[in-house]
């Protein structure tokens, strides 16, 4: 599934193809990925003839704000956004299409069918539905040592699955909430509301520069993206202890172990992070 910093870089990537274009009509080819409104030819004809003017990212949520409205798409597991000339033959599991003026399309493909497409009048996509009632966003400058200090204050829950609370924090997965504590040094198990100010500080700056770095080595491959391949701007992070079990500590040379915390597969170095 993507995290944050794919969905980051599918933004940007959205950003530079299709903002400016405006929509002819939609193509919708499985009924079911379109939640909202129930109708799919309400959507199409809301849709139609509307000019894209911005593109943003709340959480793993794509926004495409619109003349009217705002088109709030999740990816899921796998789906996929590419940019085709019309007469270029359509992809196998290609479920919508915006059809643009200039006879370019954007096509949403998704093998697993487990993505969603909302449509709000604008402003009304954070009084209800998917992205109401969710946490700070970590790449924002709203997201300060102090803004953590306070969601951490008095928690008797263990930090890691209070990290991947939606509604605690956002678009911080597994991989990354690993990788976060390793590199403040900080167990998975503490209680969050134990953390020292000092580890609180390293946890922020972690949060950050893990997520930054993420999205910076996502754009590298922006290249396949345009070309409609699909790849989609996924990156290899080179990950410090994140499926790296039995693999010696990038730090410290101890062997990295792997237990489970919350339900999750969670992987950290024993002498880096003591409990
Ligand atoms: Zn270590």
């Given at each position: 599934m993507p995290e944050?910093?794919e969905v980051?870089?599918v933004?940007?990537?959205?950003?530079?193809?299709?903002?400016?274009?405006?929509?002819?009509?939609?193509?919708v080819h499985l009924p079911r990925i379109v939640r909202?409104?129930?109708?799919?030819?309400?959507?199409?004809?809301?849709?139609?003839?509307?000019?894209?003017?911005?593109?943003?990212?709340?959480a793993k949520f794509i926004?495409?704000?619109?003349?009217?409205?705002?088109?709030i798409s999740h990816l899921r597991m796998e789906g996929r956004y590419?940019?085709?000339?019309?007469?270029?033959?359509?992809?196998?599991h290609t479920h919508v299409?915006?059809?643009?003026?200039?006879?370019?399309?954007?096509?949403y493909r998704d093998v697993r069918q487990f993505g969603t497409m909302d449509?709000?009048?604008?402003?009304?996509?954070?009084?209800?539905?998917p992205?109401?009632?969710?946490?700070?966003?970590?790449?924002?400058?709203?997201?300060?040592?102090?803004?953590?200090?306070?969601?951490?204050?008095?928690?008797?829950?263990?930090?890691?699955?209070?990290?991947?609370?939606?509604?605690?924090?956002?678009?911080?997965g597994?991989?990354?909430?690993?990788?976060?504590?390793?590199?403040?040094?900080?167990?998975?198990?503490?209680?969050?509301?134990?953390?020292?100010?000092?580890?609180?500080?390293?946890?922020?700056?972690?949060?950050?520069?893990?997520?930054?770095?993420?999205?910076?080595?996502?754009?590298?491959?922006?290249?396949?993206?345009?070309?409609?391949?699909g790849?989609m701007?996924?990156?290899?992070?080179?990950?410090?202890?994140?499926?790296?079990?039995?693999?010696?500590?990038?730090?410290?040379?101890?062997?990295?172990?792997?237990?489970?915390?919350?339900?999750?597969?969670?992987?950290?170095?024993?002498?880096?992070?003591?409990?």
């Amino acid at each position: 599934m993507p995290e944050l910093p794919e969905v980051e870089t599918v933004v940007r990537t959205l950003r530079s193809l299709v903002l400016g274009k405006t929509i002819e009509r939609v193509s919708v080819h499985l009924p079911r990925i379109v939640r909202r409104p129930d109708d799919v030819e309400a959507f199409k004809a809301q849709l139609a003839g509307q000019t894209i003017r911005e593109i943003a990212r709340r959480a793993k949520f794509i926004q495409f704000f619109m003349d009217q409205d705002v088109l709030i798409s999740h990816l899921r597991m796998e789906g996929r956004y590419g940019l085709y000339q019309a007469d270029e033959p359509v992809e196998k599991h290609t479920h919508v299409v915006f059809h643009f003026t200039d006879q370019t399309e954007l096509r949403y493909r998704d093998v697993r069918q487990f993505g969603t497409m909302d449509l709000f009048p604008k402003g009304q996509e954070t009084v209800s539905g998917p992205l109401a009632k969710l946490g700070v966003e970590p790449l924002s400058e709203g997201f300060t040592p102090d803004v953590l200090r306070k969601l951490l204050a008095g928690r008797t829950t263990k930090i890691k699955p209070l990290l991947l609370n939606q509604e605690c924090m956002v678009g911080l997965g597994n991989i990354y909430v690993d990788e976060s504590l390793f590199r403040a040094g900080i167990h998975p198990e503490r209680p969050a509301g134990t953390l020292t100010g000092q580890e609180v500080d390293r946890l922020h700056a972690s949060i950050v520069a893990t997520l930054s770095e993420a999205v910076e080595q996502g754009g590298s491959s922006i290249k396949s993206y345009v070309n409609g391949q699909g790849e989609m701007g996924m990156f290899q992070q080179s990950l410090m202890v994140y499926g790296r079990k039995n693999e010696p500590c990038v730090r410290c040379g101890a062997e990295i172990v792997r237990f489970v915390v919350g339900g999750r597969g969670t992987h950290i170095c024993p002498v880096c992070q003591k409990k």
